[in-house]
């Protein structure tokens, strides 16, 4: 029963309520298996939330010349497509399964039947995105030397995860990266050079190789 239960569960949005209305929940969830390859949501796709179960999936949204940008990497117990489940529509993002995952899908005409019962979900939402808002406000204006390290460790780990291989080519140039990583394109040079005197990494223009994973995560 655990396991059916899994996937409301690992959601800070639901796993505040009690067990029965969690099980109500659940019975509108559906569940997916996708393929490693496969496409799990598109830019004007059907509004809905995803919640990742087991395995990954990379979220990336296409420049100008058509090149993917990878964005984030969804692991087991995060979830996409929040703000969808508002009405906002994705326009921009696509989400595609890094290796065979199972993913629960809760549409977002299940969701408003929801709020009629449950009116402080809607509260809870905000709540967590305002916290999400705060974060990324906080690491555009604090921008404390770690935290840029730390960005780009994530950074380059998820990049590795994608390409499912310890070296690969930036998809971004340096002014665009910095941009993503809320920084400066010479503060982020200095932090790539930090992590080549560390060891950590080796670079040749775009090409990236992590020499150590483990400490890139210590990170």
């Not at 399964?97 to 009629?116: G, M, N, R």
């Not at 030397?145 to 460790?153: G, I, N």
């Amino acid at each position: 029963m655990h396991q059916e239960h899994l996937c409301v569960s690992l959601v800070p949005l639901f796993n505040h309520l009690e067990l029965a209305d969690q099980k109500k929940i659940h019975a509108l969830i559906k569940h997916r298996i996708v393929d490693k390859g496969e496409q799990v949501f598109t830019p004007d796709g059907e509004e809905q939330l995803v919640i990742v179960a087991r395995g990954n999936i990379k979220v990336y949204q296409l420049s100008s010349n058509g090149k993917e940008q990878l964005l984030r990497v969804v692991a087991p117990g995060d979830y996409e497509g929040e703000n969808q489940l508002f009405g906002v529509r994705n326009e921009v993002l696509f989400g595609e399964a890094l290796e065979p995952t199972e993913v629960c899908i809760l549409k977002k005409q299940d969701f408003s039947k929801l709020l009629l019962d449950y009116p402080q979900l809607s509260l809870k939402l905000l709540e967590i995105n305002a916290a999400k808002m705060v974060k990324t406000e906080q690491q555009t204006q604090f921008l404390m030397m770690e935290k840029v390290e730390e960005r780009l460790a994530t950074y380059l780990l998820d990049l590795a995860k994608v390409a499912e291989a310890n070296t690969f080519i930036l998809p971004m140039k340096m002014k665009e990266l910095a941009l993503f990583l809320g920084t400066t394109p010479e503060t982020l040079s200095r932090k790539f050079k930090r992590l080549e005197k560390l060891k950590l990494i080796s670079r040749e223009r775009r090409q990236i190789v992590l020499l150590d994973k483990d400490g890139l995560e210590d990170l």
